[in-house]
């Protein structure tokens, strides 16, 4: 795993209908978490998210952008702790 790619702070997500918590470091963790733990597919802040977070592992957007689109999706998804 990259350095370049971990994230300022982590950001806690709720799992198991709210009573554990994750935390997410990097864009990396964040397409998994999008792909398989995510409570509702689809929306407009999880598609940006997902695209942004693919982009910052592949290298072609930065770490920042894809923790901001991942907590607003996590926000907008009501798991954001």
Do not use: Q
Request: proline fraction near 2%; charge should be neutral.
């Amino acid at each position: 795993m990259m350095d370049h790619d971990l994230w300022d702070r982590p950001i806690e997500v709720a799992i198991e209908s709210g009573d554990h918590f994750k935390s997410i470091r990097n864009s990396r963790e964040a397409v998994a978490y999008l792909m398989t733990c995510w409570p509702k597919r689809g929306g407009e802040s999880f598609t940006i998210a997902k695209r942004v977070c693919m982009d910052a592992v592949e290298g072609r957007s930065n770490a920042s952008a894809a923790e901001v689109a991942f907590r607003l999706a996590a926000r907008d998804a009501g798991i954001l702790r």
